[in-house]
């Protein structure tokens, strides 16, 4: 019978395997450590550690990489966690590079085309129907709070949406580049942070959180990254919080932006999918509809397509047998 145990690991034998990797890898690229964003989340405070017990805590730099529009929290647990594992951090504020690249002028812009009375002091975010609620999927929509604290939902325009995007994607792309600074300097990796969930679904920048040496994660899933940050004694203020984008003015959770529905039902749907489940098998176990089910195993597909240009490296014309690229037209 389909359960929520499909998804346990033994976080012992996961975690000495992940740190191999690591060991391995740093050293096949001749670095002598790693470098990672550190977000107060979850996933970076699971790759921070296993980096940690790799390669030891002085080989390990966490940077915490704020601007204008994330949370403090996001900062103070960064903070927290690099005391707790001994690594060195740094503090950079990106909110002047932001600024000078036309970052917040942009997405004002972008939103205007919508709202026109959007101003100083008004709030806003991406949000998307959840599919609980029987909604069309992939229909997002904006949400925006003015000053008084009043909210409204609004439908965007193409040129307005796809504007309000490519401008935030600023914030995960100066990010990397600043990781990328520290990394060169040092000698060291980037270590990237997604999980099996947002890896496989495209949540990711191209040329931004994207950009990484190794992801040491990738391969699991949420639920059980949750698992090996328990194992690994990731502070429990951090395995509490819910995961955020932290991207937007308005405070928004990677469920109502991105994938519709709570992790642990979004794991066990992909897992599903990826098993040939039936939906009405994992309907069970989730609490959901076997239509519901069927409508996370369509957006699961939809979302592939859409994204395996994410993927992609940069296309070659012909390959060059002499280096070994992967990316080549035609394969």
């Known amino acids: 019978m389909f359960s929520r145990d499909v998804l346990s690991i033994d976080p012992a034998a996961v975690s000495a395997a992940i740190e191999e990797a690591i060991r391995t890898e740093v050293r096949g690229f001749r670095r002598r450590g790693a470098v990672l964003g550190v977000s107060g989340g979850v996933d970076s405070a699971v790759v921070a550690t296993l980096c940690a017990r790799a390669l030891g805590p002085s080989r390990v730099v966490a940077l915490l990489l704020p601007e204008r529009d994330s949370s403090p929290e996001s900062t103070t647990l960064g903070q927290q966690l690099a005391s707790h594992l001994g690594v060195a951090h740094l503090v950079e504020d990106i909110t002047p ?47 925006i709070e003015d000053p008084a604290g009043k909210r409204m939902d609004v439908r965007m325009s193409a040129a307005g949406y796809l504007q309000l995007v490519a401008a935030t994607n600023f914030k995960q792309r100066v990010r990397k580049m600043m990781e990328y600074y520290h990394a060169d300097r040092l000698n060291a990796v980037v270590a990237g942070t997604p ?23 990738a391969h699991l899933y949420k639920t ?23 991207t937007f003015s308005l405070p928004q959770t990677q469920e109502e932006f991105y994938f519709a529905l709570p992790y642990a039902e979004m794991d066990l749907c992909l897992y599903g999918h990826n098993h040939g489940v039936a939906a009405e098998d994992v309907a069970e176990a989730t609490g959901l509809t076997a239509e519901q089910v069927a409508r996370v195993y369509r957006d699961i597909e939809h979302k592939r397509r859409a994204t395996r240009y994410l993927h992609a490296g940069p296309r070659l014309v012909e390959a060059i047998p002499e280096i070994d690229v992967e990316n080549h037209v035609g394969k």
């Open 224 to 246: 059980q990254v949750y698992a090996l940050a328990e194992y690994l004694g990731v502070p429990e203020t951090i395995r509490v919080r819910t995961p955020t984008t932290d």
């Open 195 to 217: 999980n099996r969930l947002e890896y496989d679904q495209g949540f990711f920048v191209k040329q931004g959180d994207a950009a990484a040496d190794l992801k040491p994660i």
């Open 97 to 143: 590079v932001l600024a000078a690249a036309g970052c917040y002028e942009r997405q004002v812009e972008a939103i205007r085309l919508t709202c026109p009375e959007y101003a100083e002091g008004w709030r806003s975010k991406i949000t998307l129907p959840s599919v609980a609620a029987g909604e069309r999927f992939n229909v997002s929509q904006l949400t």
